[in-house]
């Protein structure tokens, strides 16, 4: 049977290579696509090609991000769950994701696939390279080959970490494959057609490379306006703590141990909440003393992604004529309404007239405010997340201490947002319900609620309630276990035999 495959695939390739069977991976570089040093076979062979694979990494994601990364994120996260609608109803690929009728052919889970896949590909070109430049190039130091091959680390955890939310098990990707010939192919068939690894062995790794970053990564820049846009050791102890809080490898001590090392760093939270994303005419807020990690743009070499949600203060006429992404709730509105939190709804939610009326009357309608301008940063991770995330392991842990434990820590979100103190509660159930409540408030629009519920097995709950109280959602197909994950792309599986798809779908 693998011999047929085999064959298949070498049609299959020598049909993409115009009948020439010697094809080299788009992903990495060879004798087939580029001029290569005869002797040691590689296109990578000094200091320098390293320094532009790590800055290729961050240019190339201040590029790509926007689309798959950040709002594409946002319709898993917010709109699978209880924040917000996805806002265009026309618009068939996100309507299909919040109401749960997804399949294989939808454009925005291909074109995420193929993103995240190709963000490790980049990595990967770091990761594989940069040991053997430490040995055959003297300008190389140390600290550069520590701290380059850190940042790759984090990219590839980080994308991989994001994958197996929306996937589960997924092509593990940690080589570069060599050039295929009709000698070699089944040699390398399984690096050109890799099956999906188990979620379980992809964590593996993920911790892996996360623990190397946490010894070897740039040291954060934690000062107000420092450069946050760096994989840093406050990034990957934050993302080693969101990795153990998941089910595949829960180990809730870990958890606070990592977000404790992350607050040991010295990051600060912001004085008010909105000066996360506040702007004026002149610049935007950016780089605070509580940003971990964020991607950053200026008016002159601005993002495009403000477009997908609401105006751009700077020039507020531009590409306002059409239905806007991620609508606020109903239900969250009035979750903020009944903590009386008008410090965070007023940063997140902000009210305008519009020509479209599809949740909300059209001279006073609702649009997410945390990416208001061109210039605008997305923050990837910060200090409210960790101190809350902090707050849920002591909560599964037993610690609801006022003075030490979950309700301490959900409490210093809170006193920011001007809002009074919680009491300390007896109950497991019910901390973890309180902190679950404040995570929505606190981090809304930002990526995470969807996710936070499957964590606790409540995304079932609220999903399959929502279109019951309000009957602007999408009709909703019943979540299941299976229908959790998103399908694994059918163009995806065309192209690589190996591929099997998710159950449900």
Known sequence: MKKTIYISAAAYLALLSSCNLDLYPVTSYNEGNVSVDEESETQYSTRADMLGLRDAIYNSYVKNIQESGYQDWLVYSECRADNAYCGSPSTGEIAAIESNNVDGENKNVVRDWSYFMEQVSNANQIICNIDSILVNDSSMTQTEHDEWKSEALCWRAYNLFFMTQLWGDVPMVTTIPPAITAENIEE???EYFPSRTPIGEVYD?????????????PEPNVADEGDKNQFSKGFAYGLLARVYAEKTRQDWQKVAEYCQAVEDFGYRLCENYGDLWAYDDSDVNRNTTESIFEVTWTKDQGNWVWMMF??????????????KWITPSRDLIAAYEAEGDTERMNASIVWDQCSWSNYYPSDNYAFMHKCPTNASSIILMRLGEIYLLHAEALAMLGNFSAGNGATYYVNLVRERAKLDPIDELSSQEDMIDAVLHERRLELAFEGFRFFDLVRHDKAKEVHDSMPLEDSYWQTRYALTDETILMPVPTTEMDNNPSLVQN???
């Open 205 to 217: 790794q993920i911790i892996e490379d996360l623990e190397y970053a946490c010894q070897y990564a």
């Open 503 to 505: 159950p449900g779908y």
């Open 310 to 323: 609401h105006r751009n203060y700077y020039n507020p006429d531009d590409s306002f004529t059409w239905a």
């Open 188 to 190: 390398v068939y399984d």
